[in-house]
Each structure stands twice: as structure tokens, then as C-alpha cells.
């Protein structure tokens, strides 16, 4: 029997660590449950359903499921003739093992880790990959025995098996993402070219940041590296540049031409307009139709 109505599950994490291990056996009265910290759920045997709230997904042998904190769910074993349990193994992290305290200092290390945070940190709905050669379980079996024998240095050793389960999810992740779609792996061509495409409405630096999981310090180091000047003043010339255009092609009244290229703000466009040309848009419409005349 499946009770629908949610409750908040609390979790008393012992030992000093945020980090704990729970095999489960599904079975009997089972109620729908949120909580509080992260949840990866390793199916080490049997056959069942994972419910959401507006979703049911299939789960068996070999599944490895990551679910946010704050997201309702519950585990049902399916009527399957052979009886077979549906046995989970649930790694609890609390949410301040991904707090990211702020931008990365220049450490490659750090930035590795940032990258893998901001994934599982910025995910609200749940994500499922499965194993190729038992890898998940090796590493709850690890987590498990860590936890169990509490040997020296066990919750640093927990910390790391942690983040290794996260990173191997990651890579089956972009392993399913290179069957279903071309991956763009550059994100400052990726900058360049939306800002040259949709200069009228690119994508914020914080956009590019989240879809290639990379922190905004190192993507405005890496683009001006690239490119020699930074995001904002790339996208201001281009911005100008098809102003330019526009004065000349056609006869539209400056603020007509500040909006089709995307400011909005008047004062802001006359000020880099001059910056970049020397003239005002007016001066440089009647200088240049003088010119050709």
C-alpha cells in the first residue's frame, strides 16, 4: 500500500560527517516523502517505480538516480512473479557539501570542483543514468564499508568517494548528451557567435556560465584571453558596428535604431556610440551622407 500524502523526512547525520549510507529493503506501507539534503539512490536489486509528484519512472538493477533536495518521491516495488525486493542503496549528503562560498580562486582544482557543484547544485528535477561495468557499486559498496568501519581518516575518504560518485553521474550524463546531440565543448566561441547571431538579445554571462558549467571568473578570463577585450565591450562594438549600418542603409530615427540593436537606454547609447565613433549618430549620418554626396 502507497500512502500519497508527503511529509518532511528528517536525517540525523552521525560521526561527525554530512555524508551517510542507508540500504533500504522496499516493502510494506510506503509514503510519499521530501527532505531536506541531497539523495542518490543506487537500485542493487529488483524491479520498481520512483514516483513524483507529476512523474513515474521505471527503475531496475544498475540504476543510479539523483534527487534534489525539496523534491517529493517514493519508491514502489513492482508485483513481479519471482518476488524479488526491490533493494536501494541511499547516499544522503547534506546540501552544504555543494555550497559554493563564491568565485574560484586560480586553481584548477578548485575550478574541477566548482563545475561538478554547480550541476547537482543548480538541479531541481531528478536525474537517472545507469551503470555499464557495476562502477556505481563499487563506489557504495566503498562508501559502505568506509562508513562501517570508520577507520583513520574515514570522513575524508567518504568525502572523496562522494564527489567521485558525482563525477562518474556526470560523465554518463555527457556520454548520454554525445549520443542524443552534437556537444559544443567552447564556451567563448559559443559567446562569440550567439553575441554576432543575437546581438539584439544574446545570452547573459551568467547563461553561458550555467550551460557549460564553468564560474563567470574564468569564463571573462578565458574570453579576453581568446579574444582580446571582455564579453561587454565585444558586444557593444558589434552593437555600434550595425548601428553604423543602420544610420546609412536606412532612415530611422536614432532611438528606432538603439532598440533594434538592443539598448534601451538612450543616454547609454550615445555615450559608447561617441566612445566607439568620435561622433554623435546624427553627426555621423550627416557626415556620412555628405560624404556621398
Known sequence: MVSEEAYYLDHNFTNGTPISLCPIQIEGNIQKHAHDFYEISYIKEGNGTLKFSTQTLPVSKGDIIFIPYGKEHLFVQSNTTDHTP?????????KQILTLPGEPADSQIQEDFYRLALLFRECTDYIQVRENAKEFAKIMYTIEMEQKCKSTGFRYKLYLYLIDLLEHISHAMQQIAHVSRPIITDPIQYAIDDITRN???????????????ISSRQFQRKFKQAS?????????????HESCSLLLDTHWSVQTIALEVGIHDMKYFYRIFKERCGLTPHEFRFHACSNIQ
Open 86 to 94: 526491490l533493494e536501494v542503496m541511499n547516499c544522503l549528503f547534506d
Open 199 to 213: 546581438y539584439k538579445n544574446p545570452l547573459s554571462v551568467d547563461q553561458i556560465c550555467k550551460q557549460f558549467l
Open 228 to 240: 582580446g577585450m571582455t564579453y561587454t565591450k565585444m558586444l557593444q562594438d558589434i552593437r555600434i
